[in-house]
């Protein structure tokens, strides 16, 4: 798996770091919500990312758990996207989303899912990204959260993944090129 690797993009001690602002911030922004806290693991890419986020976030908070696709290839998203896998609430109107991405690329999943949320009754929807490639833009979208900006590269590890491999590396690397046939 390491052969497949460029270079190392964001390490394990910067994404713990990148998790500990994060949580900071979200602590401090929902201290007196007085509405419930649930945080959306976008599967299955936010896994690893959740897991580290959540156990840094020191006030109540609920994790649930949607899967969505908006790739119709493996490297070049479709536009379209597709939710495999809802939440079933009846409580919308007293929470407070965070939905948690592991990258933010063209931004139609985001904001797509925070539309949809919205629609739904939410009291407030938010999103939280690990990694984001503004370059990649094809909607407008700034996430609320966000971990670290990174250049136009295929990156996987830390829950990313290129045909499903690679999610278990426990850092972010830039994949070879020829492991996925760009440049
Ligand atoms: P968006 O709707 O184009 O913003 O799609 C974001 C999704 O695309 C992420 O949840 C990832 O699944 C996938 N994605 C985008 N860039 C990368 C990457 O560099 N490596 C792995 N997956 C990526
Ligand atoms: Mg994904």
Redesign the pocket.
């Given at each position: 798996m390491l052969n497949d690797i460029e270079s190392v993009l964001v390490s394990e001690k910067e994404i713990d770091e990148i998790c500990t602002r994060i949580a900071n911030s979200i602590n401090a922004d929902y201290k007196d919500s007085g509405k419930k806290l649930v945080l959306i693991c976008?599967l299955k890419?936010s896994l690893a990312f959740t897991c580290e986020l959540m156990k840094k976030i020191t006030l109540p908070v609920e994790i649930d758990f949607m899967k969505v696709s908006?790739?119709g290839s493996k490297t070049v998203?479709s536009g379209v996207i597709n939710i495999h896998l809802d939440i079933k609430r009846d409580d919308m109107e007293d929470v407070d989303f965070i939905i948690i991405?592991?990258?933010?690329?063209?931004?139609?999943?985001?904001s797509h899912l925070v539309r949809y949320l919205k629609e739904r009754g939410a009291n407030s929807v938010r999103t939280c990204t690990m990694l984001d490639?503004p370059d990649r833009r094809k909607v407008e979208f700034v996430p609320d959260y966000s971990g670290k900006v990174i250049p136009d590269?295929?990156?996987?590890g830390f829950g990313?993944?290129?045909d499903e491999k690679y999610r278990n590396l426990p850092f972010v690397g830039i994949l070879k090129p020829e492991v996925w046939g760009g440049q």
């Open positions: 976008i890419g908006s790739y998203s991405e592991d990258i933010v690329d063209s931004g139609r999943t985001l490639k590269k295929f990156v996987v990313l993944d290129y």
